[in-house]
């Protein structure tokens, strides 16, 4: 029997709590991090699930991972980091739950995007109502404000994404 310290969702945890910290370190989540952890989750998939399914199983995931965040990643509002650690976090929980995670860690970013608009006060200038759309409809995490550009560490709403999902019913 496999313990829960084993599970895709307990190194899940660890990923994103280690992510968190350099993103709020050093604004990077660097490789030598989610990488690993791709190993890992289609290790601890295969084990769980069996050679063939479990190694399907995380690069599903690792695929939706990757794919549910290449549009904001495109845009530019989002960091070649937090697209690999989407990545990582779906090789360990798989395509379903990395999805979830993904729509509940972007309406933590809105919410985060929301209050620094409204704190820079930029929903009540007409000039700048195409770049808060972009960053309320897309959740880019760029804040433009007085021709500064700002960003959160999006690490932080995938946290938050994560856990809303584990109190919403996802797998422990």
Same mark, same amino acid.
């Given at each position: 029997?496999?313990?829960?310290?084993?599970?895709?969702?307990?190194?899940?945890?660890?990923?994103? /709590?280690? *992510?968190? /910290?350099?993103?709020?370190?050093? !604004?990077?989540?660097?490789?030598?991090?989610?990488?690993?952890? =791709?190993?890992?989750?289609?290790?601890? $998939?295969?084990?769980?699930? %069996?050679?063939?399914?479990?190694? +399907?199983? *995380?690069?599903?995931? @690792?695929?939706?991972?990757?794919?549910?965040?290449?549009?904001? +990643?495109? @845009?530019?509002?989002?960091?070649?980091?937090?697209?690999?650690?989407?990545?990582?976090?779906?090789?360990?929980?798989?395509?379903?739950?990395?999805?979830?995670? +993904?729509?509940? %860690?972007?309406?933590?970013?809105?919410? =985060?995007?929301? +209050?620094?608009? @409204?704190?820079?006060? !930029?929903?009540?200038?007409?000039? %700048?109502? =195409?770049?808060?759309?972009?960053?309320?409809?897309? $959740?880019?995490?760029?804040?433009?404000?007085?021709?500064? !550009?700002?960003?959160?560490?999006?690490?932080?709403?995938?946290?938050?994404?994560?856990? *809303?999902?584990?109190?919403? %019913?996802?797998?422990?």
């Amino acid at each position: 029997m496999i313990s829960w310290i084993q599970t895709p969702f307990s190194g899940t945890m660890v990923l994103i /709590c280690i *992510a968190v /910290c350099t993103d709020l370190l050093w !604004r990077k989540i660097p490789n030598w991090l989610t990488m690993p952890f =791709v190993v890992l989750g289609i290790w601890l $998939n295969a084990v769980q699930l %069996g050679m063939g399914p479990g190694v +399907f199983w *995380a690069l599903k995931g @690792l695929a939706a991972g990757l794919l549910v965040f290449i549009v904001p +990643f495109l @845009l530019g509002g989002a960091g070649g980091g937090d697209v690999k650690l989407l990545g990582a976090i779906g090789s360990l929980v798989g395509p379903l739950a990395v999805s979830w995670i +993904f729509l509940y %860690g972007a309406m933590a970013g809105g919410v =985060v995007s929301l +209050f620094l608009l @409204l704190k820079k006060k !930029r929903l009540s200038s007409l000039t %700048g109502i =195409v770049e808060d759309l972009k960053v309320l409809i897309f $959740n880019l995490s760029p804040v433009l404000a007085a021709g500064k !550009r700002e960003s959160i560490p999006y690490s932080v709403p995938i946290l938050t994404g994560y856990i *809303a999902y584990l109190i919403a %019913g996802g797998a422990v």
